[in-house]
């Protein structure tokens, strides 16, 4: 991977900071945040800016560059790829480590007096504008919003913004009507005194709607806002998508519908003069209900006095948790994408001794044997596979410059996952084609009592995910080992591989409690940077436990994994583990064995089946 | 425990609530939050306001008065008491219970448009103040100050404020002089570009000047500011304390020194005339550096361009590190204490059987004992002194009307600490002087499990207590079963019990990192409400540890207990334990015997040996 060359694109994009064109004022720095104008973590190849202008194109990452310098913000997950991507110019911000400034404070370090920070206040969430605004101001600097994209006008091949066909989904998917889910949504609304309830997020308009769509590589979201008032349904979106029959006939456009039910189609563009325009008329009282994290430029269309703002929306919260429609169907989604990951690894088993399979290739063939599966739609992220050293990037991407051959000697790690339409999957298996070192042994079973302990972990209803964070860390800290990333994030259903409101990671303090019903990953891992990447994922499912005392009938919870995929035993250092650890595993297997199992037999692949047999072998008893 | 009846008070109080001679508009709520015009958490009795008002005296709450309701809020420790003690004029409000309304949003769903919230300016620290003034605004009322505090004015008998002489601490306890204090803190100040510090809370006055003082019960701390610039030292204390010669020795009032080092010492009273008069000198970019919880009052005689407000001051940070010359006095308080509880238990286990000790005696002999060793000073807190039900009160305290007789039939309780001139403790032991149940052992059993996973717990450098709070829960959750208070929190060197900015719980994200030298409490707990309490709680340092990979030279830390009282194996069911559990507690009781155990042969104290010896025999094998 060789480093993008950024220094021409630089001078120009310091140039248009001056150009009063396009600014007002002269701006001293420009700010370019990853996101797109709905906040996404996953954007659209027209919404890449900050890729564009600093060659790094990890999934998080902000940008800020000065008359003097450039600098980029990004986390453990990517220190590696952004050192490697990005050329001389920039300076690397790692951040979460305890001596790197934040945005605002190295601003304030390197500005001359009285400096114009610009920023796209479509692009810019609210509650970032707010806390670097007021840092900003009271070293006596000003952040500005420059209403056109400065990234925009010098990327001269920018590509169009997607307009892709839709998918309906109906009643077997989604469990829930979209008229039933306004109906929720409006008494939400109601509870809160809020009179009008604006959707920014991608994947919220989606759910909302019972609507995927494919703008998006990997998350099936589509470019949309919508409005939804007590009596009114306002959609903004683009294109001849709505000219689709089954689109019509699935948002009833066409049928005769109470007038609270009728959806009005506007142009997507036309947002931000209609949220002026209900700004402008709204009576005393009468909130406007936004996610804290929408985008600055639509947060100052509502007054302030008018404004309701919450980090988290209902529909972000409703859809976390998952009825038994989406649970059923996440179910059949992990089955599905265990059989494609049987005969990857069966394959792979064979292949790589021979010295043909590349990352790629491996990639490639994850690909080819999940689409050959039902509802089988597009992969639900880039996948990562990775050997050796490359696994130590945490999310690395194989492309032809960095593309390793797997071998018997070296560790290969495999992050994967697909949107299925039934569900969204995302798995992580680590495995040794040859003889694994002692070494390495111990570091995957340290991630592996990790990934046991938050997976079988009991805890009281209305814990937060991040107060488990710690247990999947416990083991690997006692040999003075850790992880640079969090240990688990919400999954979409048929949506978002990454969904809030919960998790599991200790930087996260504003998580939901977690409830039986909701979705996240349970993902530790073990990075030894040059050498090799250790990860053992599962998608789990919260679920009621039972215990002994139950917590004074306040209730307890567990996880159940979705996904049964095998964890390779001959990774595992069996005298590292407690006795409830093995029994663990060997549970685990057995359910693999059952149920995926008689899928495999089911679909006629034999050959994978004997594979799952051979791997779900149990543990022999402890020494 | 019977309530205190606060009809008439209440009435007392909505008068002046609208009397013109107190307030400039009529206020239709007024708050009385715990602290002083310091933020104490123990205060003076003059500063006892919301106890005057409710009758609930435990350490933290907050009442607010309207013209309809009365309602407390306070923590889970508190529950039970405040329900005892405060009539039926008051609404409990349960804080940390998920249907338990915020202050602001209560008052919101209360009060009548346009309403007036009136609070003393004093007594709210600003980002109190900051927070609910928005929430209050922005549902159209407003939060007032109050100058005169309507408490007082309706409290005919109130105390009057303390003004005890001071005691000085030389190098021997302190390791640092009050000089050199100053130059760090300067050196901090020049870091960020600060003119001025504002010290506010009474334990940084006392840790600054090396001084301790008796104002405040338990909290060797005196009532006064002080006010920090590059060039200049203000303290404002108040009485003829000043006039003590060793004092004005200690801080060299009488010396020719450097006009950077002279002490100016000004009226208490003074405080606010004078930095009122410092804020209206300052030129641009010239800040003040106060915490954000110093009083609503202080912070706006700064005007708000030049505050520079930050959660922990430098002094707090630098309080919490505790060096050698400390370290040494916590370790030589903490052995005198375990000489003194070892002389309890002993006694206590001949004379509890007799049916005459009850929980006031035993609270006064554990103080006799105490008062024996060297250099004790008072006690650190009001001993919890519990036997039975009242065991599940967290923060008890006996008095006559709840006075239970130990039993050999019940657990007992004893939470108790003291200040001695080189250190403060704070020990939790629960016994039982009989047989204890299956069901007894078993909860102790989960909370010594909790305790040892926290206390042998091994992370990274730079890991926030708050990280560690699950482990002390983990064995409880199994079961379920749990406890509503955090885990621990920072203690003093002969300063308060409870300090920051350092702790282990689950409801503070915003800690300091853990460093080698801080020193925290470790005390899970288990309360059945109506049965019995148990809490095992040791006084823990910081200290770095030693691992196989050691975090890629990141550093490792773990803690090291500085309580050395044996921990009662009768209560233990040793089948729960895992034998690296067995291991630390016999580890532990074997440090009880050749610690604890030459101090008791040094001081002839033969039967609380014998006591000891008997109490630390080694835990036997697993079955």
Redesign the interface.
């Known amino acids: 991977m060789s480093p993008k060359i950024t220094t021409e694109l630089l001078k120009h994009l310091r140039q248009v900071m001056k150009n009063p064109r396009y600014v007002q004022e002269p701006v001293q720095a420009y700010i370019v945040p990853s996101g797109d104008a709905h906040q996404s973590e996953y954007i659209a190849p027209c919404d890449c800016r900050r890729a564009f202008i600093s060659g790094f194109d990890g999934s998080a990452g902000t940008a800020i560059v000065t008359e003097q310098h450039a600098a980029m913000w990004t986390d453990g997950r990517y220190f590696l790829q952004a050192a490697h991507q990005m050329d001389s110019n920039w300076t690397l911000m790692k951040m979460g480590l305890?001596d790197t400034p934040t945005q605002e404070d190295w601003l304030v370090s390197v500005l001359p007096e009285g400096s114009k920070v610009g920023v796209d206040p479509f692009i810019i969430p609210a509650d970032q504008w707010k806390r670097m605004s007021k840092v900003l101001r009271?070293a006596g600097h000003d952040l500005v919003p420059v209403k056109e994209n400065l990234i925009d006008t010098i990327w001269t091949d920018c590509p169009q913004r997607p307009c892709k066909p839709l998918i309906t989904l109906d009643l077997s998917y989604t469990g829930v009507s979209w008229r039933d889910k306004i109906v929720a949504l409006r008494s939400k609304m109601a509870e809160r005194k809020v009179m009008w309830f604006v959707v920014t997020a991608l994947d919220e308009v989606a759910w909302l709607f019972n609507l995927r769509g494919s703008d998006v590589e990997y998350n099936p979201v589509f470019f949309a806002y919508a409005v939804i008032g007590m009596n009114t349904i306002r959609l903004f979106i683009d294109g001849d998508r709505m000219m689709d029959p089954a689109v019509r006939e699935h948002l009833q456009l066409d049928s005769t519908l109470e007038p609270e039910f009728k959806i009005q189609v506007m142009p997507y563009g036309s947002i931000l003069s209609e949220l002026q325009a209900v700004g402008a008329g709204l009576s005393p009282k009468e909130k406007v209900w936004l996610s804290d994290k929408a985008s600055y430029a639509l947060t100052e269309a509502i007054p302030k006095?008018y404004r309701y703002l919450t980090p988290y929306t209902p529909i972000c919260i409703a859809k976390a948790v998952k009825n038994a429609a989406e649970t059923e169907g996440m179910r059949r989604a992990h089955i599905k994408d265990a059989v494609a990951l049987c005969e990857l690894f069966n394959w792979l088993e064979k292949e790589v001794p021979k010295g043909t399979v590349t990352e790629i290739v491996a990639a490639d063939k994850a690909e080819e044997f999940r689409s050959q599966q039902k509802d089988f739609v597009e992969l639900s992220f880039a996948t990562i596979s990775s050997t050796g050293p490359n696994g130590a990037i945490i999310h690395y991407k194989p492309v032809p410059e960095t593309n390793r051959t797997l071998s018997v000697n070296e560790i290969y790690l495999l992050d994967s996952g697909a949107q299925y339409k039934d569900g969204t999957t995302d798995v992580t298996r680590t495995m040794h084609f040859g003889t694994p070192s002692a070494y390495e042994k111990e570091c995957f079973t340290y991630v592996l009592k990790g990934h046991i302990a938050v997976s079988a972990?009991?805890?009281?209803n209305?814990t937060k995910g991040h107060?488990?964070?710690?247990?999947a860390?416990?083991a690997l800290?006692?040999?003075?080992?850790?992880y640079l990333h969090g240990t688990g994030h919400g999954v979409g259903s048929f949506l978002n591989v990454h969904e809030g409101p919960c998790g599991i990671s200790?930087k996260t303090?504003a998580d939901e409690?977690l409830e039986a019903g909701m979705i996240v990953s349970d993902e530790p891992g073990y990075y030894e940077d040059g050498s090799f990447g250790i990860r053992i994922e599962n998608v789990v499912l919260v679920i009621p436990a039972e215990?002994?005392?139950?917590?004074k009938n306040?209730g307890?919870l567990t996880f159940e994994p979705l996904t049964l995929v095998p964890i390779q035993t001959k990774m595992i250092d069996v005298n590292l583990l407690?006795e409830k650890e093995r029994h663990w595993v060997n549970e685990y297997h057995q359910q693999c064995r059952d149920v995926v199992g008689a899928e495999l037999e089911r679909q006629g692949r034999h050959e994978a089946l004997r594979w799952l047999l051979r791997e779900t072998e149990p543990l022999a008893p402890l020494q």
Chains 1, 2 share one sequence.
Not at 457 to 460: D, N, Y
Not at 477 to 482: A, F, N, P, S
Request: hydrophobic letters at 35%.
């Open positions: 305890k009271s006095a972990a009991i805890f009281p209305g107060l488990l964070d710690s247990f860390r416990s800290w006692d040999c003075g080992l850790d200790y303090f409690p215990t002994k005392y139950n917590f306040r307890s407690t």
